[in-house]
């Protein structure tokens, strides 16, 4: 009886600390990014901002890239601007419904002026109308799916990566011309992103006669043999259009291992240090990093903060950017960073360069103007070899 | 004919790895009653001692040791870690609540899948990581018969399961402790009224599972390669499935649902369908339940009035 | 009603098993209720005249005040999270704690809910105009149908037992979510899901905000509560229970075992759909992730929290674990208050006397400053890390827990550290066990203040294990279930 008593108050005690707790979430910072050292600057610009993404959970592999990189942009930008822009994280592990639970946290917090994600469109979906009734603006650095601006259900949503009804194209027509299939396999891994660039990308093989065989199967499976053994002599490419470039990575050694002689042809979700099958192709938003000269310094210290990224962690190093110059400029203007402000500033963002190797400039809708397109062969050391860009 | 084997065996070596996560849990069931679903946890946690056993010894392009040895070293730390793991999660999360309503440990055992995963999360961060098996098992080793491709890492895998399973059958069979384990299982207070260690009995039990997860971790490295902190959930939900389709608490059914799976993923797939294979997976297996509602190799529960 | 009063020693030290003797039938109506001493016995005597529906409305009154103390919507959204794993709980607690069905394929009702209700209220079915029923007409249709639905699975308990039926919802479970994944992706919306759901319109008016949901689901918890508490003394329920202890037994008594198990998977179903139908409609979009696996073992987790059998525990459970969750957990503060409160929960439990308690405090404070000042002497950059938590607690230990500058390799080995020398603590005994807590209890700030506190979504995963299993340590029953008498 005497353990129930107290288990009970222990239980009312949580409850009560959670309900005096929350409140006072707002003004929950954490000092990571404050240790910076921006004391000296004349008159202190702080704020802060929020990032939404999957930390844990199946895909915190895109996620913990997510996160590393946009630490990464808000310690280098503090240190240039002398702002003093400190991040809070919210796990959304993919979840919509969990997405919109961390929104609202971040809505609700007063000194919360923008946000950094969510990595998935499903959950841009769920979260868009309410960062727009909050006015506050949110770039993603992953979400693709083309209703998310064409709806204009989301008024204060921009992205940093193009879109699938333009990749999905674009590397359709690449195949097509030049790679010249006869009969190829396209594989999605029942997610959004995957089904929304096979879908885009069916239809333009088909119209040019080439014979294709579609495919399905989840990302939690880690053998592909299976399938490998469906791959006709005939097939002379398999298209993957996955997230988790490990994955691509496996079915290219399941290739070998069945010695199958198909090509394969990922899409950005498999661009990254994980996949080196040589010989594949891999399409891009952005060049590799390493390979810009300006970008050395952040290449070293990416490198150093999260060895094994790929193409989910730049994009979001762009979009933090974006938020901390949106800041920074408010704050040199005079004015304090609102939301108001902030979203104004994102608005009319224009940036000549980035390290996504391509100006960045929002269109009306939220879309990046002149996304560019890259493509990457792997050659023999598993090194990416830019083949083409648009 | 030549495409069906090759589908053959490759749902035979991802069946050997369900079947050896699955006696895991099988043995964990029959003596404690308890669904210990940090199985699939510990298994991860083995992939991940082989990989770092690697590193080790220069990593995979790089070995200072021949294979053969390398191979040991792996298979022998991960199985006695992993399984050291799993006494010590008994110890301290299931020996407490060994007389609770059997629902209070699911959820214990939930919280160590939780902590599990997720302190590897924190030490090792969630970067994919590689064993790179064909650097120092070349594909060119194996058969091959025309588009029948079979690596040797895979007739390894598939060779060394049936020899473990057979092995622990003779324990369990042969051995004093396998008639003690047995003992407890059937009926652990009577056991213990004649002299059987219990707790002895079920830490060795415990051993003995998370050992076998341990090796099929370094195993599925072997053959999958790619690694990551969150590889134990699915596979531990397979083997649960395959334990409880083969009969659980049995030996033999836990090996037969476990190979009986994987096949039917790879003939489906391979026949059928990509898209709706874990659907028509799902279906067979509750067609399945419901002629044998004890499992295929179950005894039907005695009813104890 | 018995005044009778047992030492309550007896109950404090009362042997973990199956005991002998009164089962919980007769414990529950007659005879064996133990009461505190002195005053708290009182009320507690008290409390057991009033009658169930007035602490039931009082307790939703209580609820009801919540929106007038804050109008911050992610409170309100919590509090909704809340009442949805609440109701979700009560509704699994129908086959699991009273009809003693593993339900391993529950989750898929509340997604067969969400999805039943978005299909009849939005534009997915027959584009452009789309369907766009009454909310009154949607709800108890799709309740319904998941009743049907909910006798389908459980169809199979006919024959299965056990785990078996455990693992055949489970497959359930785990194909519905495959089946709105990659069945008819125009209908259903594939990994896209279905957007743009219309919201609930009751009482002629649109409700849009998070505080009317919170209302919403308030009323629909009470009266689920309610009902299930009438069914529960009912007929019925004394059925459910029997069949959970002796299923034999029950059929010589001419229950009706089958159908009596059949019931109990159509009302927990349909609980679950109307839970699903609330969701939708805040939500105003799902998706087939929403109902994976995860989100059943937060069911499961709540109503074995809570006590799985008592729908007061079912209501208490879900509560608590999804303000912890999703209202403690995310902010690092004050999940550092959670990681502190419950080691020191813990000791003040454990540990008697009061002098012991106070002496292995003493000490871990004393070891603390021992030890910060003797590494500060050997490499100043060891300790300059610092806290790296905020607020008053870190004011507190600043100088006093070795943080290194660069934490990441140290903290990796301090956390494997302290997770090894916790086991050890549970294995030895005695003396031995006061000298290891220090330098344990100590370690864990360290690794709190170096290590997790800078990662707060991973710390909140790896908090939510430890609290599962703390607490069943603690309470194997959960914090308001009964220990039950298992005939032998």
Not at chain 1, 331 to 348: E, F, I, Y
Not at chain 2, 142 to 158: C, E, F, K, P, Q
Not at chain 2, 181 to 206: H, K, P, Q
């Amino acid at each position: 009886m005497k353990g129930r008593i107290i288990t009970a108050a222990l239980a009312l005690t949580a409850l009560v600390a959670a309900g005096c707790g929350s409140s006072s979430s707002s003004s929950t910072t954490s000092s990571a990014a404050a240790s910076g050292g921006s004391s000296s600057s004349t008159k202190s610009c702080v704020a802060t901002i929020g990032i939404e993404g999957p930390f844990t959970g199946d895909v915190a592999v895109l996620g913990q890239e997510q996160l590393a990189f946009a630490k990464l942009a808000i310690d280098m930008d503090n240190k240039a601007n002398g702002t003093n822009i400190t991040l809070v994280q919210g796990d959304t592990q993919l979840d919509p419904a969990q997405a919109t639970t961390v929104t609202q946290q971040f809505t609700s917090n007063s000194k919360m002026v923008a946000t950094v994600g969510p990595a998935g469109s499903q959950e841009v979906q769920a979260v868009g109308p309410l960062f727009g009734r909050a006015g506050m603006a949110f770039i993603t650095g992953s979400a693709t799916n083309p209703d998310l601006t064409k709806s204009g259900k989301n008024p204060t949503f921009f992205r940093v990566v193009s879109r699938d009804d333009l990749q999905g194209p674009q590397d359709a027509n690449y195949i097509v011309k030049n790679l010249k299939p006869k009969r190829l396999m396209i594989i999605d891994d029942q997610e959004v992103y995957s089904t929304g660039l096979t879908s885009a990308m069916i239809p333009i093989f088909k119209q040019a006669g080439i014979q294709v065989d579609h495919e399905s199967v989840s990302q939690k499976v880690t053998d592909f043999s299976s399938i490998v053994a469906k791959v006709t002599p005939e097939t002379t490419v398999v298209v993957l259009p996955w997230q988790v470039a490990a994955n691509a990575q496996q079915f290219g050694k399941n290739l070998a291992e069945q010695k199958k002689k198909a090509t394969i042809f990922g899409t950005d979700g498999t661009q990254s240090s994980s996949f080196t099958i040589p010989g594949s192709y891999v399409s891009a938003f952005g060049p590799d990093i390493n390979s810009i000269p300006a970008d050395a310094a952040i290449a070293a210290a990416a490198k150093a903060a999260y060895p094994k990224y790929g193409t989910f962690g730049p994009p979001v190093f762009a979009a933090t950017h974006v938020i901390d110059e949106a800041i920074s400029s408010v704050c040199k203007s005079g004015q304090t960073p609102s939301r108001a402000n902030v979203l104004a500033a994102v608005k009319g963002t224009s940036e000549a360069s980035s390290i996504l190797g391509q100006p960045i400039k929002f269109d009306s809708h939220g879309d990046l103007i002149g996304a560019k397109w890259f493509l990457f062969k792997i050659n023999n050391k598993g090194q990416y070899k830019l083949v083409t860009n648009t | 004919m030549r495409f069906f084997i090759q589908e053959l065996v490759n749902g035979l070596t991802q069946g050997s790895l369900y079947a050896l996560i699955a006696l895991g849990y099988s043995m964990v069931y029959g003596i404690l009653k308890l669904l210990n679903f940090a199985h699939g946890d510990l298994y991860m946690v083995g992939a991940f001692v082989g990989y770092f056993v690697i590193q080790w010894f220069g990593g995979s392009t790089a070995l200072t040791i021949p294979v053969p040895l390398l191979l040991l070293f792996m298979f022998l730390l991960a199985g006695g870690g992993v399984g050291m793991l799993g006494v010590a999660i008994e110890r301290f999360a299931y020996r407490p609540l060994r007389d609770a309503p059997r629902i209070a440990p699911l959820i214990t055992a939930l919280g160590v899948s939780f902590l599990l995963e997720n302190s590897m999360l924190l030490l090792f961060g969630a970067s994919f990581r590689d064993y790179n098996t064909s650097a120092f098992i070349p594909f060119s080793s194996g058969i091959h018969i025309g588009v029948l491709n079979i690596s040797l890492t895979r007739i390894l895998v598939i060779v060394l399961s049936l020899v473990l399973m057979i092995g622990l059958r003779l324990l369990v069979d042969r051995t004093k402790l396998g008639r003690q384990m047995r003992a407890v299982a059937e009926d652990r207070e009577a056991a213990e009224m004649l002299g059987v260690n219990v707790d002895y009995t079920i830490s060795m039990t415990f051993f003995l599972g998370s050992a076998l997860a341990g090796i099929a971790g370094v195993m599925a490295g072997l053959v999958f390669n790619q690694i990551y902190t969150l590889m134990g959930f699915v596979a531990g939900l397979k083997a649960f499935t395959a334990a409880v389709v083969g009969g659980i608490g049995s030996i033999a059914g836990a090996m037969l649902g476990g190979l009986l799976i994987g096949i039917a993923e790879a003939m489906i797939s391979g026949y059928i369908s990509s898209t709706y294979t874990n659907l028509i997976v799902f279906g067979i297996l509750i067609v399945v339940m419901i002629l044998r509602p004890q499992g295929l190799l179950g005894r039907a529960p005695l009813q104890k009035v | 009603m018995s005044t009778e009063q047992t030492p309550p020693a007896a109950e404090a030290e009362a042997p973990q098993g199956p005991g002998v003797g009164v089962d919980e039938w007769v414990a529950r109506s007659s005879g064996r209720r133990e009461y505190a001493p002195g005053r708290l016995g009182e009320a507690q005597r008290l409390l057991e005249r009033v009658p169930w529906w007035v602490i039931l409305l009082a307790a939703g009154l209580a609820g009801a005040c919540v929106p007038f103390l804050t109008t911050n919507d992610f409170q309100l959204q919590i509090g909704i999270n809340a009442m949805l794993l609440a109701i979700l709980a009560v509704g699994l607690n129908i086959s699991v704690g009273w009809a003693g069905l593993l339900d391993l394929g529950y989750v898929a009702f509340y997604g067969f809910g969400a999805y039943g209700y978005a299909l009849v209220s939005s534009n997915q079915l027959n584009p452009p105009a789309g369907v766009h029923w009454s909310t009154y007409i949607s709800v108890p249709v799709v309740m319904i149908a998941a009743g049907f639905l909910g006798v389908a699975v459980g169809w199979p308990s006919r024959r299965l037992v056990g785990d078996y039926l455990a693992i055949v919802t489970l497959f359930f479970g785990e194909a519905f979510v495959e089946f709105t994944n990659n069945v008819a992706p125009s209908k259903l919306g594939g990994p896209n899901g279905i957007v743009s759901i219309d919201p609930y319109k009751v009482f002629g008016t649109t409700i849009l905000t998070n505080k009317g949901y919170f209302y919403v689901l308030l009323v629909l918890l009470v009266l689920t509560v309610g009902v299930l508490h009438l069914l529960d003394t009912s007929r019925t329920g004394r059925a459910w229970r029997a069949v959970r202890e002796d299923t034999l037994a029950s059929s010589l008594m001419t229950i009706p075992v089958f159908r009596v198990k059949l019931m109990a998977f159509a009302f927990g179903a349909a609980v679950a759909a109307m839970a699903g139908t609330v969701f939708a409609a805040q939500q105003i979009n799902v998706f087939p992730t929403d109902f994976a696996t995860p989100f059943l073992i937060l069911i499961y987790a709540g109503l074995i929290l809570g006590g799985a059998g008592s729908l007061a525990g079912a209501v208490l459970g879900g509560l608590i674990l999804s303000v912890t969750l999703d209202g403690i957990l995310r902010s690092p503060t004050e999940a550092g208050y959670i990681f502190y409160g419950l080691i020191l929960a813990t000791l003040v439990v454990k540990i008697r006397p009061w002098a012991r308690l106070g002496a292995i405090l003493g000490a871990t404070v004393l070891f603390g400053i021992v030890v910060h000042t003797i590494v500060k002497a050997i490499s100043p950059s060891a300790v300059a890390g610092g806290p790296q938590s905020s607020g008053w607690i870190s004011d507190l230990v600043h100088n006093w827990v070795v943080v290194p500058s660069n934490p990441t390799r140290a903290g990796n080995i301090a956390y494997v550290v302290l997770l090894v020398l916790v086991i050890a603590l549970v294995q030895v005994k005695g003396r031995w066990r006061d000298i290891l807590m220090v330098p344990t209890l100590y370690l864990a700030a360290c690794v709190w203040e170096g290590v997790l506190v800078a990662q707060p979504s991973i710390t909140r995963q790896i908090l939510l294990g430890v609290i599962l299993i703390v607490m069943m340590n603690a309470r194997p029953n959960g914090l308001l279930g009964r220990r039950r008498v298992e005939v032998v």
